[in-house]
């Protein structure tokens, strides 16, 4: 059993009937193993699913340039399709960028990089920085309360609220409203970003996964990756933190981002 664990067959397991430090050895290799099986199927769904992110735009672009050789096309015709273009092309840019903003969130911060900080100012940021696409939609949109300091990194801090904020503001109607609400409860900072929206129709688990897809997941926004919850997941636990999600009673959703404090 040793020698096709080595070989790659992470799924097996050892039997041993001793209570001893060989019991012990080959509970740690057990654990060891079903580990690296983990973690091969979720590299091998990972692939999968980037595949089939890239197979989409792709062949939108190569498709339309195809038939722009076509010499006798109207001009209106080929330039609706170089539109397409352009638009599959932003596309791929976008999911390239949300790639290399997960890979830096997994990295985690170096210590050199943390500092104490305040959040409600980072909040704020946030909020004027998005207030023109929430005029858009006539969302009001503002930040509420006070929260504890933590021991974080702004930039990632700010990008983890980005994409919540960002993410509720695309799932409220024209008029709606969304809130940062900030608080201190049992030694932790509180960050929940809360809506009047159509709520969570998924597991709302299931939202931080990377491509999640479900046509009615917030996870997956108008022209997102899929990728965003699972940036705020990964820069939330680099924190040593924790981030749910949930129905609000009165309605819409509502997404916690809990610190411990300093």
Known sequence: TAKRIAGGSYGVQLRSKYDDEIGDLA???????????????????FISSLSHELRTPLTAISGNAELMLDPDMPQSTREHFC????????????????LLALQHAKEGVPAAALKRLDIAPVAQEVVEMLEPIAQDKNVTLRVEGAAPDILGNTDRLKQAIINLVDNAIRHVEEGGHVRVLLSGVNNQAIVAVKDDGCGIEDD?????????????????NSGG??????????????????????????????????????
């Open 204 to 220: 709302p688990s299931l939202l931080f996964k990377r491509f999640y897809r479900s046509d009615a997941s917030r996870a997956r």
């Open 83 to 98: 539109e397409i273009i352009l638009s599959e092309s932003e596309r791929l840019k976008k999911l390239t960028n949300s």
């Open 225 to 262: 990756a899929g990728l965003g919850l699972a940036i705020v997941k990964e820069i939330v636990e680099s924190f040593d933190g924790t981030v749910t999600a949930f129905n609000a009673p009165e309605g819409g959703a509502v997404f916690v981002m809990a610190f411990p404090t300093l």
């Open 27 to 45: 509970e740690t290799i057990n654990d060891m193993s079903s580990k690296i099986n983990q973690n091969e199927k979720m590299q091998t769904e």
